[in-house]
């Protein structure tokens, strides 16, 4: 394994901490003055589209997607480490280069599994950035840590597909520029006339924002935090929404393994930058500890500062090359070959990085809660990270019996 920039990845990581440095970071502040200002909290701040223009024409767009045409053509090899230079601001930055959650993952199933007529209707508006998506699949009357227990119903009806149920903390819906959701719910139940597999019950339909029956009922907060730089996570109900049968993605039931393809990338694109943020938190925590004085002497010179310093320099470099030889096995022997990894980074990596910030936010004290210094909702997100794309004790599971099935 060989980890060593390449030429291209090298070029772009230039040009992307330059435009970090010149642009995003003096950017944070201006978007939280102009949202302020705004008629919806929801709203895109001005500066916010400023950033999407430069990217694009810096050539920093769409370098999540790995095919040539649609997006940068980038291997996740050399994508890792652009990732990671977003989260040191995921706020903003993600949406500059239009690599943003959950748009990403929207985006990857098109590509993947959209027709012809999808991809032009769909993917081709987000990937110019014209428009913006939300996934609805987790629901809170039931374990949406299994993606079985999924009771939202698809039921054909002609040349339609009848869409009943309630979703929540769905990333994206309250966005006004939102126009497309891709819902996952069930076509088929076991004891139905074919007897569905429990994995074959489910499949995936595009609903437009605006077909009647879609009610997006409220913004759900993480934490206390609004996401409003992601569009929020809103709980929004579907009654009998009707949408033509053309709108399914793929087959009838074949939204298990869409979802399982969707995650992959998804789950490593949000470990790459929550690197970036423990980089951010470590940064934060150097420049706090040689401007503060305690107990007559700098809190640098304190053993326990030095301590949580060192032990967070340790544990990013150990993530880094986790999640580094991820991407080269997801590169070299694909996503099922890299299956043991992809859980491994998603059970390391927020725990970790919560660890990192939440002794970044000791080291602050007041401040470290605080809206005056970014910690308090970078910790946030990266404990929510714990349970999106399946909570830890899903991939502990999965990775044992993985680990168990070897002896048996």
């Known amino acids: 394994m060989d980890f060593a920039f390449d030429a ?38 001005q500066v916010v589209e400023d950033l999407k223009a430069e990217a694009r024409k810096q050539g920093l767009w769409n370098l999540f997607l790995p095919d040539a045409e649609y997006g940068a053509g980038l291997t996740n090899l050399q994508y890792a480490p652009l990732a990671e230079i977003t989260g040191r601001s995921p706020q903003l930055a993600p949406t500059a280069l239009n690599c943003a959650a959950p748009d990403t993952g929207n985006m990857e199933v098109l590509f993947q599994f959209g027709t012809e007529e999808q991809k032009k209707q769909w993917l081709e508006p987000l990937l110019a950035g ?13 374990a949406s840590s299994d993606a079985t227990n999924i009771e939202t119903r698809i039921v054909r009806d002609g040349e339609d597909y009848v869409i009943n149920g309630r979703k929540w903390y769905i990333s994206g819906a309250m966005n006004p520029d939102c126009r497309i959701f891709i819902v996952m719910g069930k076509t088929a139940t076991a004891d139905g006339p074919d007897g569905a597999d429990i994995r074959r019950q489910q499949s995936m339909i595009l609903v437009p924002r605006d077909t009647p ?20 996570h809103a ?34 694109h949000h470990c790459m930058r ?8 470590i940064e934060l925590m150097c420049r706090r500890a040689v401007s503060r004085t305690a107990f007559g ?24 090359l986790l999640v580094l030889k991820t991407a ?16 491994a980074i998603k059970i390391a990596t927020p725990r970790a990085v919560v660890d990192i910030l939440d002794r970044a936010v000791q080291l602050h004290g007041a401040g470290g ?40």
């Not at 014209?130 to 039931?142: C, D, G, K, L, Q």
């Not at 029956?213 to 730089?229: I, K, T």
């Open 274 to 281: 929550l690197i970036g943020m423990a980089e951010r938190a």
């Open 8 to 45: 291209r990845t090298e070029e772009l990581r230039t040009k992307l901490l330059a435009f970090m440095d010149e642009h995003v970071h003096p950017a944070e502040k201006i978007a939280d003055e102009q949202r302020a200002l705004l008629a919806s909290p929801w709203d895109t701040p």
């Open 130 to 142: 014209e428009i913006r998506s939300a996934f609805a699949m987790t629901e809170p009357e039931v």
């Open 369 to 408: 809660v605080s809206q005056d210094f970014p910690l308090a909702e970078l910790w946030a997100a990266a404990r929510t990270l714990r349970l999106a794309d399946g909570p830890d004790e899903v991939h502990q599971r999965s990775l044992a019996r993985r680990e168990i099935k070897r002896y048996v």
């Open 297 to 320: 002497k700098p809190l640098a010179q304190q053993g326990v500062v030095q301590n949580w310093i060192a032990d967070a320099r340790v544990t990013v470099e150990q993530l880094r």
């Open 328 to 343: 080269w096995l997801m590169d070299t022997v694909g996503n099922r070959g890299a299956h043991t990894e992809i859980q």
């Open 213 to 232: 029956g879609l009610d997006v009922r409220r913004a759900m907060q993480v934490y206390g935090y609004e996401d409003h730089y992601h569009g929020g």
């Open 235 to 268: 709980e929004v109900v579907f009654t009998d929404v009707r949408v033509p049968a053309s709108n399914l993605i793929g087959e009838e039931g074949g939204g298990f393994a869409i979802a399982q393809a969707r995650l992959g990338p998804g789950r490593i």
